[in-house]
């Protein structure tokens, strides 16, 4: 594994609200050691474990990610590996991180890039797209962080930083978006994004930014803080770039995880799916939450009523 490129060439870009942000940040990043470096996914540009990688963060923290992705890409290094492996294999792999979805998502997608594609995750936005469950998000990571693509990369960090510092406003992730996409630096797409993402995270934080010391504002760059002070936090009430998570506990997402958690270790017999499934006294839930895991293509059901992996 490498360690991400610090180095930070000069940024030839025309005048945009994110211009003033680019030097001051890039060089905070640059001097910075955050504790996102170490993460396993920045020390590979090889675009079918960035996808892998990005997949499992989008609903799933980091922490509960990083050895389920190590895993998942030892298991299934290619997209041919995980294309020819059954649903079941794959599913079994992402235990742990729910929204299992992914899973047979990320199988489809690999069945795809095999046929159309070489056996190549594609370096198009519009192929990117193509393939099941990549949606804007998923498709610039990857041409940003496996292509060095000019692509910008929108997460809560940075819609947040680009509410506050650039525009001085709330701004709706499309705005963030078209304000992100028009100053991404030609040749370090992967490096600003970067830098961007763990400024947010680590100075432009969502609660008590660090305001007192920081480079963008020390550089008279910040539209919230530079010369305005009294108006309220653009970033409260921006629209969330990423969507908030229903509560876990009692959702049906709950039970699922069980079930499929249990499916893992063998069948189990249909007198056991309620209590499996963590709702005893609800037999009609468990059964309706069941289906929907066969009907997904998650499980199957056999002769007798019993589920296993598929
Ligand atoms: S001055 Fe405060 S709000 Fe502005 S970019 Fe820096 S940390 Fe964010």
Request: aromatic share 6%; net charge positive.
């Amino acid at each position: 594994m490498t360690s991400p490129d610090r180095t930070a060439p000069p940024v030839a870009a025309g005048a945009s609200p994110v211009q003033g942000l680019v030097d001051p940040i890039r060089r905070w990043w640059a001097g910075a050691r955050v504790a996102r470096d170490g993460l396993p996914w920045r020390a590979t540009r090889d675009p079918w474990a960035v996808l892998v990688a990005e997949t499992m963060l989008a609903q799933t923290q980091v922490a509960r990610v990083a050895p389920r992705y190590r895993e998942f890409v030892a298991r299934f290094p290619t997209p041919a590996s995980c294309a020819v492996a059954p649903v079941g294999e794959v599913v079994r792999a992402w235990v742990g991180l729910g929204y299992n979805r992914r899973a047979l998502a990320l199988h489809s997608a690999a069945e795809t890039i095999v046929a159309r594609h070489g056996g190549r995750v594609p370096a198009a936005l519009a192929d990117l797209l193509g393939l099941a469950g990549v949606g804007p998000y998923t498709a610039r990571a990857v041409l940003a962080f496996a292509f060095d693509a000019e692509a910008a990369v929108v997460d809560t960090n940075v819609g947040r930083v680009l509410a506050r510092a650039a525009a001085g406003r709330r701004l709706r992730p499309r705005e963030a978006q078209a304000l992100a996409d028009g100053h991404v630096p030609p040749g370090s797409a992967r490096e600003w994004n970067l830098a961007l993402m763990d400024f947010g995270s680590v100075v432009c934080a969502s609660r008590d930014p660090a305001c007192g010391t920081c480079p963008v504002r020390a550089a008279g760059a910040c539209a919230w803080r530079s010369g305005r002070e009294g108006v309220p936090d653009p970033a409260v009430g921006s629209a969330r770039v990423t969507a908030r998570q229903a509560p876990f506990e009692g959702s049906d997402r709950q039970g699922r995880g069980r079930l499929v958690r249990a499916a893992c270790a063998g069948p189990i017999p249909a007198a056991d799916v309620a209590r499996i499934a963590g709702w005893p006294s609800h037999a009609a839930r468990a059964r309706r939450v069941a289906e929907t895991l066969v009907a997904e293509g998650i499980l199957v059901a056999g002769a007798a009523g019993e589920l296993s992996l598929a």
